[in-house]
């Protein structure tokens, strides 16, 4: 077999394998010049994909609803996740597939419909989307000036990189020493933050907003683990009021899980650590990911064909 | 010297010349993951730039208000600018240069204050907008559906890669057969378009909006235009409503300069030919491209060292 360093991660690119250092997209590619691209993310741990099948599913509908139709069928793209992580040999694992627009053919009209897209992975060591010391003590938040993309112009449903309103609240945050931001709508309604979705607990009910963020997949999770621990869920547009005088406010993410927040706008929440629902919760995501939740299992033995 | 071929192109990537089909992002950049980067495109024709100064001068401005800060200064930006469409040998040349924000530096969180800026730059073969044959005949126009990325999420005065609402109004273009759109705010206020600036014309006045837009040099030099033409020209909120009902349309853009439209939305503008004003900018504006008008001529010859 080959003696090729994937260490620090592999890659799919295009119908190869390759080291991720290795992997890059065209200069002149749509899915960099025009941000025409969609991804998703599904986190490994303990050698296990959670919900792998789910992830693959919310990536075609992002796909479909770009009109972007690379060659690799799901079948094909479940193959490909899988084999950057046996190549990487990583144990946890932060796994992303993207869909790029490519270039318009040659001799056609230079216009999105008349493009060959393109299908990229890789596999790289988890990736926090906040610190496990940060999560320990509760993340320090702000609800960000900038407004997060109106909904009607990108809709955040349909995974994209589309940064840079994420990006400024991220500065936002770095400019007063905090975490991380919380962005609302033109209403006020809260959003989501940059690559979580955001949930406030009052009176020990929870609540996540209906609209303007991801529906994401630990968000589905989360509404899982409150029935299953008997918290009321609730899903439905959150006032930035509501969040200012919540119980307790918590992030979720594939890249972190439940990640609970202690402070708000330099507001103390509770007792300045996670509170008791969010701790709850996050407890018993882990303790369910150890026990196979959503589970798939890497054979990471050698193949016997190349 | 070097036998490279660098007919289809030739870029600057972070220290480098190569040809622009080895030029390439790293799928980890955040340039790419984040559309978290900033651009500019300055126009070639007949063997110089035009108003290379000014280009370079908006795209320190967006770098400085993305907080990105490359190693290269304007008078090396300046240089290699030159030195890519010198290496093309291209006469008429499309010359992009772009700022990203990279990758954290190792140990430090990643945030993006914590990352090296990289800049790329390149020069391909010259790109239309527009294409000549459509220009001729006055471009088929609709207005989009989708509106453009609010103004207080995304500062479209900073040039970017945010084109997610741009593309979906491409795509509203092509479903009924049209050649390209304009987008409106939330408030139907008139925008801008997939990479131009847009303009009406009423009673012989040139109206261009002021706000929701890119500042465009091309934009700028239709109002120097207008001012050498005597013809009045407004800088102001110019509302849907207007822009049907105005005389001429046209669109302007370092890729293909004046450019008119003959038909919005299938109503026919004038007698579905270009307009008298739109005739008469378009045909100064090359008229003083060819005299020299802002022009940095190009030394192609060999240089002596590498």
């Known amino acids: 077999?080959?003696?090729?360093?994937?260490?620090?991660?592999?890659?799919y690119v295009d119908g190869c394998y390759m080291p991720v250092g290795e992997a890059s997209v065209p200069i002149l590619d749509w899915g960099y010049r025009r941000s025409d691209v969609t991804y998703d993310v599904v986190g490994v741990w303990q050698g296990a994909?959670?919900?792998?099948?789910?992830?693959?599913?919310?990536?075609?509908?992002?796909?479909?609803?770009?009109r972007l139709h690379p060659?690799?069928?799901?079948?094909?793209?479940r193959e490909i996740l899988i084999e950057v992580v046996r190549r990487s040999g990583l144990r946890e694992a932060y796994v992303a597939m993207d869909c790029l627009r490519g270039r318009p053919k040659p001799g056609l009209k230079p216009h999105p419909a008349n493009c060959r897209n393109r299908l990229t992975a890789y596999a790289i060591p988890w990736v926090w989307v906040v610190s496990p010391e940060v999560q320990a003590r509760g993340a320090n938040l702000i609800v960000a000036h900038t407004p997060r993309i109106a909904e009607a112009s990108v809709d955040p449903r349909v995974k994209n990189f589309h940064w840079a309103d994420l990006t400024r609240a991220l500065?936002?945050?770095?400019?007063?020493?905090?975490?991380?931001?919380?962005?609302?709508?033109?209403?006020g309604f809260v959003t989501e933050g940059p690559g979580f979705n955001v949930f406030a607990v009052q009176d020990g009910r929870v609540i996540t907003p209906d609209r303007g963020a991801l529906e994401g997949i630990t968000r589905r999770s989360v509404i899982e683990l409150c029935a299953e621990l008997n918290i009321a869920?609730?899903?439905?547009?959150?006032?930035?009021?509501?969040?200012?005088?919540?119980d307790e406010v918590f992030l979720a993410t594939t890249a972190g899980g439940v990640m609970p927040a202690s402070r708000l706008d330099g507001r103390i929440m509770g007792n300045d650590r996670p509170g008791?629902?969010?701790?709850?919760?996050?407890?018993?995501?882990?303790q369910n990911r150890a026990a196979g939740w959503h589970a798939t299992t890497v054979d990471y033995s050698e193949r016997t064909t190349a």
Chains 1, 2 share one sequence.
């Open 1 to 11: 077999m080959s003696e090729t360093d994937y260490s620090a991660g592999a890659a």
């Open 49 to 66: 994909f959670f919900r792998l099948d789910d992830h693959i599913g919310r990536f075609r509908a992002s796909m479909n609803a770009l």
């Open 71 to 77: 060659e690799e069928t799901d079948e094909q793209i």
């Open 171 to 187: 500065f936002e945050a770095h400019d007063v020493g905090a975490d991380n931001a919380i962005l609302l709508d033109g209403a």
């Open 233 to 246: 869920c609730e899903v439905r547009p959150l006032t930035v009021e509501e969040l200012r005088a919540a």
């Open 276 to 286: 008791p629902v969010s701790t709850r919760l996050r407890a018993q995501y882990w």
